[in-house]
């Protein structure tokens, strides 16, 4: 079993619509949880990190995490075609070892 | 405030021969990650160093090394290339236990 599991995808969204991108983790003792954005031939970058149980939004963003089934998602409200990309998961344990542990990412695709 | 750096953009060598991949961090961040990202595979994690010290590495063999400068800027060597080296090789870096900001990556490929 991945340590961090993605959908693939891809996933097509009309634009203006709600894309909802999800992610699993098998390690309990995960700590911190992030959101990265990577374009086609590009690094990643930061959407959004998350350390508590429930939501937290950031303008069209809205990460969730639920520790006790070990997921986490993002919701992407109002979806506009700059937004595809490939989404990746990353996850860190608390402890010495602090790198980030990502998952194959999910490709989005917001159709005009 | 400048973002992370990395150098060179891209870089072509053949079978054998070592490549030297740099990063220089955001300023203040004493963190520097190394990742590879091959095409169509996840980040994999290299090698994490702090405050000049190698403090964790990855599933990688001992060929793939690095060393953090006084400044902490970082360098990543890979010596004796192997074809399936080819890849895009992301530095990141990060203060205290914040989140990792990334570098625009070196594209390595073998010959």
């Known amino acids: 079993q991945k340590e961090v599991e993605q959908n693939s995808g891809p996933l097509s969204v009309p634009e203006g619509a709600i894309a909802s991108l999800n992610c699993t983790y098998s390690d309990r003792g995960s700590q911190s949880f992030f959101w990265y954005r990577q374009y086609s031939g590009k690094s990643p970058e930061l959407i959004m990190f998350?350390?508590?149980?429930g939501d937290k939004e950031d303008g069209r963003f809205t990460a969730q995490l639920n520790k006790a089934s070990q997921y986490v998602s993002l919701l992407i409200r109002d979806s506009q075609p700059s937004d595809s990309a490939t989404y990746l998961c990353?996850?860190?344990?608390?402890?010495?070892?602090?790198?980030?542990?990502f998952g194959s990412g999910t490709q989005l695709t917001v159709l005009p | 405030e400048a973002g992370v750096t990395q150098s060179p953009t891209h870089l072509i060598k053949t079978r054998g021969q070592q490549a030297t991949l740099r990063c220089s961090p955001i300023?203040?961040?004493?963190?520097v990650y190394w990742y590879q990202q091959a095409l169509g595979l996840g980040l994999q994690f290299l090698l994490w160093y702090d405050e000049g010290e190698e403090r964790n590495r990855g599933n990688f063999p001992p060929r793939f090394s690095g060393r953090q400068f006084p400044n902490y800027s970082s360098e990543l060597n890979v010596n004796a290339l192997e074809l399936e080296d080819s890849a895009l090789y992301l530095c990141?870096?990060?203060?205290?236990?914040?989140?990792?900001?990334f570098g625009p990556g070196t594209r390595l490929t073998v010959l």
């Open positions: 990141a870096s990060q203060a205290g236990a914040d989140t990792q900001y």
């Open positions: 300023s203040g961040h004493t963190s």
């Open positions: 998350i350390y508590s149980n």
């Open positions: 990353a996850v860190r344990v608390t402890g010495s070892a602090r790198q980030l542990t």
